[in-house]
């Protein structure tokens, strides 16, 4: 029993994919329930000014962390496959010590320049939180900083030895603890010794610091107890490749994640501040505009994140098996992997995006109270999460195969795209009569859409061997699920459901989610549609395990 504990386990394609995604989805499962009672402690104002410390937290994290993990998961991958022993473990101790001065730097900015960046979110405006406010928060947040690049960069180097599992739990480790400190620091601060919100809050945002340091003392635990096979011990042959190399190569690998994903994470931060400046020129009120600011940048978000979390656990099976693939130059592998990533996304999320818009109502009221404009975002803002996971999925796809100019022009276009179009349509919108918050979300879509096209188009143009056909042909099958789906929901919409009372919107929710999920499920069987996603030998596995009777 104790060496089952200690001993860490590879994972293949698609079971190294289900571990991450599971954890990833009870992780995100945990950050959608625990803003409820936060919600409710804080109040919209607190939720606000979480919510801006949070997208602050979130670029600067990428600047210091999200190029090395991935990078790292990468090269490990590839020096392990060619039996480089030393310079595996050389490039994950230097990007332990690129990490030191980076997570240093960047909390020594956080916490000179929080009040220009406070300023530059909410500008002059007042009647809501003010800037001094908004500036304690991000340097609260800043304090994370100080452990989540450490903890990533170990996680990275485990994923390239395709060993998600010890990954997956300290996601989870980590989510525990950090929900605890937010919920209990919180209430203990507002509820018990009469604090302000602004003091709950950030006693909540501690909460990334501690969970992260948890789970990076527990991930470290694990790699002493397993550091012959990672490579982590003495006694391991030289090899020639030189430092400087290995840098330059962390270098080229990196730098394109960081841009990337920092373009990611000012979508969210761009739109907040577009959408203030623009329903302002409007003609909203200082507090109705940070609750639709934030709920498009943060609070919708953190209710998307199931669906966008498949993304994520596809991601960290998906680069290295990609990046081994590609090294030996097994291009029908490569082929088949893209084209299996793409039916996963498009069968897992399609239904769960439509499932939520449906009952946006009851979903946003359970959340965070009864509120028709958050139930509009919400009912638009899961289909933003849809196409994030293609984007994220081809983008993630490009990376692994080194086209990274293919990835820039891809990412770079979406992001001005968006940026280009959100305030224009939020005023086109607002002149014929639509709400004019939506425009932002519409703006989002088309920006991702956009990053996709090229991606795919630019793959298919460099390798002629990489073809979608298999995608497209199952891609056309789900739609057949998916309008059965859209035809139940919306008779099952004849069912009343008071929105003010929790139990029914509890009860509405969970029952359609299994009418709608036996219904979907059902006919994606009928027409072997899971085979063709999954892989029949997969399945039939899954279904053995389940004790049901498959037939050979």
Known sequence: MKDMWFKMKKSSFVEGTFIATFAIIFVKILGMLYVIPFYAIVGTSGAALYAYAYNIYNIFLDISIVGLPIAISKITNEYNTLKMYDAKKRAYNIAINLMRFASIAIFIILIIFAKDIAYLIIGDLSGGNNINDIASVIRWISLAILVIPYLSVTKGYLQGHNIINVSSISNVLEQVIRIAIILIGSFLAVKVFNGSYVLGVKIALTGAFFGGLIAYLFVKYKMYKNKEELSLNENIIKDEISNKDIIKKIASYAIPYIIINCISSLYSFVDMILVIKALGIIG???????????????????????????????????????????????????????????????????????????????????????????????????????????????????????????????????????????????????????????????????????????????????????????????????????????????????????INSNFQNILYVIFNAIIGAVVYLGVSFKLNIINDVFGENYVNKILKKLNFRVKH
Request: proline share 4%.
């Open 284 to 498: 909203y009120d200082t507090v109705t505009l940070e609750f639709i600011a934030t709920s498009i940048s943060t609070w919708s978000t953190k209710i998307n994140m199931i669906i966008i979390s498949i993304a994520m656990g596809m991601t960290i099976s998906l680069i290295p098996s990609i990046v081994n693939s590609f090294t030996l130059k097994k291009w029908p592998l490569v082929n088949n992997k893209v084209n299996t990533s793409l039916k996963m996304i498009t069968f897992i999320s399609v239904p769960m995006a439509i499932g939520l818009s449906f009952l946006s109502k009851q979903v946003w009221a359970l959340f965070y109270g009864p509120n028709d404009i958050g139930a509009t975002i919400l009912s638009l803002s899961v289909f933003v999460g849809m196409f994030t996971n293609y984007f994220m999925i081809t983008s993630s796809i490009m990376q692994s195969i080194n086209s990274f100019k293919v990835v820039y022009i891809s990412t770079i276009s979406g992001f001005l795209l968006n940026a280009l179009l959100d305030i224009p349509l939020m005023l086109l919108f607002n002149y014929i009569g639509i709400p004019p918050y939506l425009g932002a979300l519409v703006a989002s879509i088309l920006g991702y859409i956009t990053s996709v096209l090229i991606s795919l188009l630019s793959l298919k143009k460099y390798q002629k061997e990489i073809n979608y056909q298999d995608f497209i042909k199952t891609g056309f099958k789900i739609l057949i699920p998916s309008l059965c789906l859209i035809l139940v929901l919306i008779v099952l919409k004849l069912i009343p459901c008071d």
